[in-house]
């Protein structure tokens, strides 16, 4: 990768993609999972349309959550029926464009959801499959952020699910007919996640008993995780998929009819991805080293390490040129917060303004994830690089794209006469 040529070429702050990268890296997943499990592309990871068009060409599906991002997935040219929707709170335009573009199945998430795609379905005179997600009875600890047995806005509890009984397959044109369930995210240890899976295609058996409904389609989630911080590991995908694909393979016998699914957002676009910011400055205060950037948490708020009592850093190197780490660096940006701290005490080379930094494995919950009109700056461009080739996919705003959508109103500046 030249980095030198891409600043030189699209400035910085940017996001570099390699494309490459997540052609590769989605190409070893699906090698290595059971064929029978389909892999869809979260794109609340990274929305941008140039990421999900090398995702696709490689054989993602799409797992969309906004009108935005159903749009970008079928702009791309993907299969309506390689599309699933899902999120807590869609609104009557996001379940009527679902119904409209005949997309694979919507995600439920409430009873009251239910009625209502029942009745978007009923106008326009067809069925829409959708998947219950259900909010398990039950959570197994090693996920960053547990979303199984305890109260949660998301899904329909296990019970309640279980208690509907027939009435969930009794609607004319909701057809539920599969299950989701999503236990959460950035998990590393491949043991959670078969358990999880166990957990999941067991429920899924139990609910088509209890219920009645066909099992078109299991979905059983996702959020594999990348190390991001100094004593994390891999998610080790060899030992994941030993325990895993058994479990498919048995529930595929079972039901040979059923569509496997499995969503990934972070797994496949972490690790391609590196913010690259040009240092303007170098100071020293109380003893300590910064390099203040042209880029920073704003465009990066993973990197301020919200939830956790100690700072700890994303991975970072000096790109411009090559030198020996040999300090310790606080690497800051142009936002007038403390907490606009990219790095703290980062081992790196001797800096100078003009380098060029990279935060790595930063291809997951950027720019999209971040308050990127915090002091007005506005959104980073964005870059995807294939065979070899520099592509911009979303140019940087500029400051007319940021005030653009203010309006002036003559009376709220009127001189009050004091
Ligand atoms: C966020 C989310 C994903 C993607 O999670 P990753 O950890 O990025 O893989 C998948 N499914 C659901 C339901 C989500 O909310």
């Excluded at 059971?34 to 990274?46: D, R």
Aim: aromatic fraction near 6%; hydrophobic fraction near 40%.
């Amino acid at each position: 990768m030249n980095w030198n040529q891409i600043a030189a070429e699209h400035g910085t702050p940017t996001y570099v993609y390699d494309g490459d990268h997540l052609n590769q890296h989605l190409r070893e997943l699906r090698a290595a999972l059971h064929p029978a499990l389909e892999v869809f592309f979260s794109l609340k990871s990274n929305p941008n349309r140039g990421v999900y068009d090398v995702l696709r060409a490689a054989g993602a599906r799409a797992e969309v959550s906004s009108l935005a991002e159903l749009r970008t997935v079928l702009a791309a040219g993907t299969d309506p029926g390689d599309i699933v929707f899902l999120g807590p709170g869609k609104s009557p335009a996001e379940i009527e464009a679902c119904i409209e573009a005949g997309i694979y199945a919507l995600v439920c998430e409430s009873l009251p959801e239910l009625a209502q795609i029942d009745e978007a379905a009923g106008r326009r005179g067809v069925r829409q499959r959708v998947l219950l997600r259900v909010n398990p009875a039950f959570s197994v600890k090693g996920s960053r952020l547990t979303m199984g047995g305890k109260p949660r806005q998301f899904g329909i509890d296990e019970a309640t699910v279980l208690a509907a009984g027939p009435s969930l397959g009794e609607f004319a044109h909701a057809d539920v007919a599969g299950v989701q369930a999503y236990l959460g995210t950035r998990i590393l240890d491949a043991d959670v996640v078969v358990k999880n899976t166990a957990y999941i295609l067991d429920l899924a058996e139990r609910i088509a008993a209890a219920t009645g409904i066909r099992l078109d389609a299991v979905d059983i989630g996702g959020g594999l995780g990348v190390a991001y911080f100094d004593g994390e590991q891999d998610l080790d995908l060899a030992a994941l998929t030993k325990e895993l694909n058994p479990l498919i393979e048995r529930f595929t016998a079972a039901h040979p009819d059923t569509r496997m699914i499995m969503e990934s957002g972070r797994y496949l676009t972490a690790d391609a991805g590196t913010y690259l910011m040009r240092v303007r400055y170098v100071k020293e205060s109380m003893g300590e080293k910064f390099a203040v950037t042209d880029g920073g948490t704003h465009h990066h708020m993973a990197a301020v390490g919200i939830g956790s009592f100690v700072k700890r850093n994303f991975p970072i190197e000096l790109l411009s040129r090559s030198a020996e780490s040999t300090e310790s660096w606080n690497v800051t940006g142009p936002l007038c917060t403390p907490n606009d701290t990219v790095a703290k005490g980062a081992r790196l080379p001797s800096l100078e303004a003009g380098d060029l930094l990279g935060v790595r494995r930063s291809g997951a919950y950027g720019p999209s994830a971040s308050p990127v009109y915090f002091l007005s700056h506005g959104h980073p461009a964005e870059v995807v690089v294939r065979h070899g080739r520099t592509y911009l996919v979303r140019r940087r705003d500029t400051v007319d794209d940021v005030l653009a959508k203010q309006s002036t109103h003559p009376d709220l500046s009127t001189h009050e006469g004091v």
